[in-house]
């Protein structure tokens, strides 16, 4: 809302002007006033978010500084009737009045701003103390991330040494059934071999007796002759 400046020095000039002044900064403050009635309607449940406190923080900045305009103006024109007609003067005693009225209500006025703008305050801390914690989960994920990556990495070179390592061991496997397969027929080939020479020992035996007594019969005829 853009609220009207007032000129005191014109509306100083006589009551008449200086009561049109008054009616300006009283619709400016109730045109703010509907405003305010608006903000607090548009984010009714939601009071507390940033965009609402800051929407009111300027709608008050704004009514604080047209309730200043008031008590300027109420200001000057009590002095100027209490100088003119005397502090007990009927006309002075009125301006008085609303004077402290309106000085009541800027300190209200400034008192919701004050506690609006440190409401404010506390949520953008609150905002950046979440967005920092958010940051530092999100490096720890990625910590977290960078080294899972490595143990699959390791997993990974791991497997492939626990499969080269089962099938080296499987060949080895292989080959030793292959060799008790073998092993067998090579014992019953030698059973057999030690068999024959088991049998033919003593026929090899009778042949070597019989040799040497041909021998020896052989040796005598040689000598009587």
Not at 3 to 12: C, F, G, H
Not at 156 to 180: C, F
């Amino acid at each position: 809302m853009a609220t009207r400046q007032i000129n005191l020095e014109v509306a100083l000039t006589n009551e008449r002007t200086f009561n049109d002044a008054m009616k300006k900064v009283t619709n400016n403050l109730d045109g703010l006033k509907s405003e305010m009635a608006l903000c607090s309607a548009e984010f009714k449940g939601n009071e507390k978010s940033q965009e609402a406190l800051a929407q009111k923080s300027k709608i008050l900045s704004q009514q604080v500084e047209q309730q200043k305009v008031r008590v300027e103006a109420l200001t000057q024109m009590y002095e100027k009737q209490r100088d003119k007609l005397g502090e007990d003067s009927a006309a002075a005693d009125k301006y008085r009045k609303e004077l402290n009225y309106a000085k009541a209500e800027l300190v209200k006025m400034e008192k919701a701003q004050e506690e609006t703008n440190k409401t404010l305050e506390d949520a953008k801390a609150a905002v950046l103390r979440m967005e920092k914690a958010q940051a530092e989960a999100n490096e720890e994920l990625e910590k977290a991330n960078a080294k899972n990556k490595q143990y699959v990495t390791i997993l990974d070179r791991t497997k492939g040494k626990v499969s080269n390592l089962v099938s080296a061991l499987k060949e080895k496997v292989s080959a030793l059934k292959a060799a008790a397969k073998n092993v067998p027929g090579l014992s019953d080939a030698l059973q057999i071999l030690g068999g024959a020479a088991k049998k033919a020992g003593p026929a090899l035996l009778t042949v070597g007796k019989a040799a040497l007594t041909a021998g020896g019969r052989l040796a005598k005829w040689t000598a009587a002759a």
